[in-house]
């Protein structure tokens, strides 16, 4: 396995569920890139794809010694379909489609790690470690919450999602069968965002051995998430390596080591 990481990053968003300014959002990036800097430095290759027209010269400045990286751009003078109105989903895997047919450094690796990347993974050694462990002939693996438990005791979490901020595919099997995922997205129609498709995509694929739906180690990130429903279109905000976020983790991972058929 030749693994490459594809950081996904808009700077100057425009979608109807965007958070935060652009200042904010630029720090959040570059802040993200010195921790890959001082984490894994050159051991994997980086594939920054940003779509805005933000200037990418102080990033390019910092971390084109650091980090064994490329960077790709797609400008709105581009044309490419964007379209603001679907949300985050349907653009971030249109940006991700033209990355994948972009990308110099995809062509010499078989898979990719697929990153959202406003904030840093904070245990990505171990995430590497097991997927280079557990992927190698595998065409994908993702991280998939499918449980009725909260339902049957009265949560109000929700139980039946597909983690979109991370995960891997081969580089071939994306152009193949996953280019034009982004066409069945749309964040304002319930049951369309990405989650719901790496979701359904898992209940489809589940018995399939050439693809792998939980991760062995829980992920942890670090920053301000933020995001908005398509229900009431509010948006909320919380920090992924908070207190208490990190307790739940500890918890999320025993119960993977304890329960790894039971899709928490």
């Known amino acids: 396995m030749k693994l490459a990481i594809l950081l996904t990053a808009t700077v100057k968003v425009q979608v109807i569920s965007g958070n935060f300014s652009v200042k904010e959002r630029a720090v959040m990036y570059s802040s993200a890139l010195r921790y890959y800097a001082n984490k894994i430095g050159k051991k994997y290759p980086i594939v920054f ?3 805005s027209d933000y200037d990418l010269s102080e990033l390019k400045k910092e971390f084109n010694d650091k980090l064994d990286i490329e960077w790709i751009q797609l400008r709105p003078n581009e044309k490419l379909p964007f379209n603001p109105q679907k949300g985050k989903s349907f653009n971030e895997y249109l940006m991700i489609k033209e990355g ?3 990308s110099k450094k995809l062509k ?14 904070v245990n990505i050694l171990t ?3 097991e997927i280079e462990k557990r992927a190698n002939n595998k065409v994908f693996m993702g991280d998939i919450k499918d449980t009725r438990l909260y339902e049957m005791i009265g949560s109000k979490n929700y139980g039946h999602w597909g983690d979109s901020r991370f995960w891997v595919c081969q580089v071939e099997y994306y152009k193949s069968q996953m280019l034009e995922c982004y066409l069945e997205m749309d964040d304002c129609v319930d049951g369309k965002w ?5 979701l359904n995509m898992a209940r489809r694929y589940k018995q399939d051995k050439r693809f792998i739906f939980r991760f062995r ?48």
């Open 49 to 51: 794809l940003e779509n």
């Open 100 to 102: 994948v047919l972009r």
């Open 108 to 121: 010499e690796c078989t898979h990719f790690l697929k990153i959202t990347g406003r904030y840093a993974m």
């Open 127 to 129: 995430i590497t470690r």
């Open 194 to 198: 990405a989650e719901h498709y790496l």
């Open 217 to 264: 180690n829980q992920v942890l990130f670090n920053g301000i998430a933020g995001m908005r429903t398509s229900k009431d279109l509010t948006t909320g905000k919380f920090r992924q390596n908070s207190f208490s976020i990190k307790i739940k983790c500890q918890i999320r991972h025993l119960m993977r080591v304890l329960f790894p058929k039971f899709w928490f």
